[in-house]
């Protein structure tokens, strides 16, 4: 297929794209047209829709994958593309992949790391718990392993959330092993639940914005109903358990301001917000790196890529003198 | 009954107190002793029982109403009283009121007004709600009439969860008069419901200190938590309203940094976050210029009172000229 | 009359507007042309004089009322008026209200309130002040009642200031009934005069722009300054209570980073200090809720009208589930 | 006379001391006796009259100067005077200059700096201000000279207020010859008024401590009123130079969050902050410094005196090295 | 020469210009261009080499000065200039004077003000220090007497950091007279050095922007090693002097936020850092009041020129009143 | 030997103990005695020499191990040690580690551990840099193997500083596993020498109190000064890899307000400020959780143990459900 970027003046189209927004609009003769904007996972691009009424254009919707006809113009600058024929494309005549952002690492892999971790949780209730959200509730399970981990900022593709959510899994992993006092089974649990509240924050892709309930309670009060709730499912589930369970999930902002109701007062609680902060952290210059790459910022001039407002400071790539 | 207010020394004490607190320890000599801390609801007083195993000492317990006899001696300036006899009073040979510091608001007034607050709510899935959360819950109700809306700062007394109560939702009434836009009955019962977390936040007087689940989770997320919980036992309740409700509770405290996980999004829990605020603080110089009243602070000097945290600055009491 | 916001490409004008700025220009050729914004209440246009020493084009400034006579076109896909005769508008040939915002509140209305307000105030010396201020002083009176309460934000209209200021007096005498330790006389004049400083710190429209005055000096202390003149001209007004009202025109921001130089110290001016603010924010939301209405924001997508940086947090209108 | 830095256990004393404080009470038995604080400039006593109705002792009142005869003997660790006689000292029998503490500049020599300074501003309304204040007011002027420029921190003691003024107003003048964009006359007068309001925030020595107006309004704009009134009462002083000056005064404490209602936003009014500040700073390390020699602090160990809460941080004296 | 402030549509242009950035792109056709922005003391402006491999077109680099021959064009509203020939210029054959901004205080005026200064220190230690530093490192003091004091902000012009260090060291003398206290030496060669690093945290004009190290390590660090080093290389060099001295230049910026590692806990360091921020905030404002005449923002409305973030308030000059 | 926690009323003591302080004094009769503090691992005790030149007492400093012998009474409710003979101890008398807190981890099991990081370091620069620093400067060796990593909160005890670096350098390890775009040689050397400056910010057990240095430079800079001498005396070191070890030193703070005087701009920095921190926080909690066990708060009540400055959250153990 034609990606999006590309596109050049002149260039005749006619592929399928998805439509990321649509919206009726007035000539200045007073004729109805259409703006819309196209995607595919290599950009967007503005369309016009000059003719809604014509026999070639049928009836679509934001977020349908459609197929278009029309030709590539330049306009104060950007490439815009007029549509001549559409129509909503069949489910199989395209592949997804093509129209959004996806994790690096494989789907298959994912799956079987998150099953390694969940079994390697030897406290019954911990592990009933850990199987009922994750393995016997199918559709949270395909949600989760294609959500993203954000709106933007970092692992904002498909299947970001679990691989943000499994990196903090192995991270506390890690520090249990360097910290005997850490209870492992806690963290490990914690760790894998502490974003499951995103599946509900954010609308799944493509859309992949906050829903009404993401913006009205957020994440962090979601996903601590819902593992209060599973505990509460489970017969003889210790209530102390359960409290310091829902603790970690409340703590792992780490601070108030950043939207913890509390802040962490038991050793796991503060070890899974030091994980969950440095996966984020890292993961984000990482993508700035890589981004800066991609857009030739990172070689042009001295390597510095600008600043970063999440880190907050300007960075650069590590020599290789290291 | 004398009251330890009334202590002086040499006096003769044969009366009921409460056990605040209770420790053996060891004389010098290596015998064992107990220290006592004694309330009522003029104060407190260190207690001594030197011989903890003689026959006029019954065993007893922290928190248990306690009938001693003893003398009153100056030590280090404070007075002490040495207990010769004590044994647990029996219910009812004593008045909890005497012990204990209570709303100056009569309790059946609290109650009425409670009622005609829940009934002026016309919205039959919020009004339902209520009715669940208040009246069939007698365990609770009871609870929370007796209530401390704090462990200290503002109405730290028996029926000081009702009283805050039943006032922010006066206050979000006027509200609702003067600001047409406001939904009268989501913000009222947003009012009465914001703070029952606390019932489970605090332990019931006399202890009233910090739960295990007060300190993990929070009387944010705890009220939270059941609000939902009643909402989806009701048939038809509205998921958004739901959602709704839910968000003014969680934003109450109006800022992040101050627990709340969301800042108010929806005018009823802006209006909900300031009515809880400006009862609290209103109420907290209050309390301190009726302080300063009694131990005379307000009256010696210049009239100000001196600096106070919540309020953070100094504070004196209004002249009468207006 | 055209309103600005049905201007379209090719539409001929011939109608009186604001003038709200004129600048003389050069074209790349050296001759001079004037650009100039003209405004109703619908908004503002850019407007051309190319030929400025033409004889249909009399003298004229800032802020007068013109009757123009143009074309329009488009320009960088903005509307923009070429002015072919312009001359200033003579008064009763236009209708000012056509021309800038209005509080929606009737003027007749917001009279009798503030008249019973000041009537309600018992004490002699306030009652005396307030009728100086609102009452004797005619010009400050017209001035008060014009006024905007603020240059953008809220209540940024005609009318604005009266209509804040008795918004925050009703709130302050419904807080004067619920906690009886408030003195309601100098509540009710605190909040009556608690931005009477802004009738200097804003130019009136239709600039609504801050004065000289109000950058270097600022409303508060403006307007403590004046009640304090005011004070002393009355014989026998006592000394404390001109420093407690002066207090609470001091404090009203309620924090030192909100520009007030003393913090609440009294009941009364922690009183005074909330209610300004519920006002300032419920109205914010009302006004932002309504433009979001307007201009369709509110309609399209999930109803979230984006971030307001005021509220300090994206926002909706409450669903009418309640 | 038997300064109280020199009091010893056994000690008879018979001489003048200041009265700081003065309760009565009651001793376990009932009988009424006084607490008295008694104070010279090297330090304070604790002191009892045990008789208060014995005919050796007179009538006295807090801040009184009186002649005491009694005994020193120590309890808990620390001097406590046993007073037998007590009468109110004749003005004239002692010298005020041993009971406060007193800045080392001589008087003389300040006033002599003051009247050289008012006469170097040449603006004839400035100048006409100048000499209005500081001049024709022989109450103020006396007043000024005399009183503390704090409570506690910096320059607090008999002159404090005088010094650190002249102090800054050299430091403007300075500013001034290397600034040429400065208006010098504007600078130093705003420089020499900048803390005119102390007289009234602070009450006089010995009792030195904040009045009812300065805790309700305070000296900034305090200070911002009388110079508005004396402009107000010279004919033809220009208005915007009137509010240039009351700017330079409200805003010298240079940001919101320490009491400035304005931020410096003329260069005159920047200097000024500046020129307060550093007096302020430096002379409180130099005061630390100069109390840790006296108390042995900076000798013992390494010379760091410790941490200091204006300053922010530990310090010590610089080596003799430079 | 035409300089750049003076184009306009049509002019012909042939002159020295300096290349201020340069870049390759394609045409919509696919054929390369040079995108290239050139600068003198008045400006900058867009060019464009159409044909690049034509034969009047040399090889030429980012910073190098270039003759130029071609046509102005207006493009968007801007000025952009059609490049036919290009060389590189000859030195000698242009100004550099003429492309830069410049300090306005003359070279060797400054140049005897360093060396008095450096005379003045009579400490045998520091005045060594400084003839090494200052006066034995020719490479040095040629950088340092060309250096810019920022990238931006204040003093950003050829010559900017010797201006700025010799304003700060003057006030540090000034400081050193009022304060008895300060050891002058110290204080003095503290100030010479105190931004020493800024010779490699920025590049010299005419690139004059932050190097790897400056953003890796910083000025701070940066002179503060260099001093460590010198003082190293000196025998008999007090250890603790140049503790002291190194303190002075960490703790210059006032604050730990601002970038200094320790707060100012000698006398010095915080007059040093006094005067290092005065110097700087009123070059900023002189700055901005300066540029506001030049751009006729302070003429037009009413001399207010808005909002700069680095004072943290709009501005406007003083009135000549004073 | 009879450890202090073990002293009392009445008994009678002879034994080696460290001197922690010593002062000279005067009794009220005038005759000199002196105050000393000892201290062994279990605790500090006050004592009194009164007859500080009598011949059973010999001349010691501070820090001296002296044998004394004496009676232990009480005085204020706290023991006190009458010194009736003392001498100071030879060494090998007395063992060390009674005398101070000591790490718990072996000291040959983290010198085993130390040599094996710096084997793992492939990079032939970082390589050489390591072994200079560490194991070929036998002075600094053994200074830091014995160091404190703090005076107070976290690892304030002997080996504390070797302990806490190996944490730190083992939890780089970790990330470096699992962030491949780390450069692990780069980040397991900076771990390694990120608090070397800590050797000179402290002084050595037993004093363990901040240098002169250490308060006027701080452990952030004089490890990066020491860092990049040795880089500096390696031939071949790339400046580029040593400005990026020195940028990791430097930024290990996190945060400009936490004394870093650069934020981390390279992915090695982030990383190692993360470890950093999560090795205080969870050692923090760890010390703080087996402090309570000791003194028995967290078998009392209800296992929290209060609130923690450095944690900002009051915390207890996890209960052992999980």
Redesign the interface.
């Known amino acids: 297929m034609r990606f999006i970027e590309n596109f ?3 260039a005749r189209v006619s592929d399928v794209y998805l439509v990321k927004t649509k919206n009726a609009a007035l000539t ?1 003769n007073g004729k109805e047209y259409l703006n819309v904007i196209l995607q595919d996972r290599t950009g967007q691009v503005d369309a016009k829709v000059w003719e809604p009424n014509s026999p070639g254009i049928s009836d679509f919707d934001v977020l349908d994958y459609v197929y278009v006809e029309g030709n590539v113009t ?1 306009y104060n600058g950007s490439n815009q593309l007029s549509i001549q024929r559409l129509r909503v494309a069949k489910e199989g005549s395209y592949d997804p992949k093509n129209y959004l952002p996806v994790s690096s690492r494989p789907a298959e892999e994912m799956e079987a790391s998150l099953s390694q971790l969940i079994k390697s949780v030897k ?1 019954p ?2 592990s009933r718990l850990l199987n009922i959200i994750f393995m016997e509730d199918a559709d949270f399970h395909k949600k989760f392993m294609l959500h993203s981990a954000a709106k933007s900022v970092h692992h904002g593709y498909v299947g970001g959330l679990a691989e943000h959510t499994l ?1 903090v899994a ?2 506390c992993d ?2 249990a092993r ?2 005997p ?3 492992r ?2 963290l490990v ?1 914690a760790a894998l639940c502490h974003d499951i509240g995103k599946v509900r924050e954010l609308t799944a892709f493509p859309r992949n914005d ?4 993401g ?4 994440h ?2 979601i996903g ?2 819902r593992i ?1 709730e599973v505990a509460g499912s489970i017969e003889g589930f ?1 209530p ?2 359960a ?5 970690c999930i ?1 703590a792992h902002h780490g601070e ?13 609680a ?2 899974l917000s ?1 994980a969950d ?2 996966d984020a ?2 993961e984000t ?2 993508e700035a ?1 890589d981004a800066a790459d991609k857009n030739g910022k990172s070689t042009e001039g ?3 890529i600008g600043f970063n407002r999440l ?6 790539r ?2 290789s ?2």
């Open positions: 050049y003046d002149g200045k330049v406290n209730y911990l990196s192995g991270i890690d520090f360097r910290y006092d850490l209870h089974d806690l649990t906050y829903s009404d309930e913006q009205l309670i957020g962090i009060v601590y109903q209060t210790p102390t358990l409290a310091e369970l829902g603790h409340l108030l301001e950043f939207g913890s109701p509390k802040k962490p007062a038991l050793m796991e503060m070890a030091f902060n440095v952290k890292l210059m990482r790196l001295d390597g510095w880190i907050d400071s300007n960075m650069r590590t020599s003198e290291s």
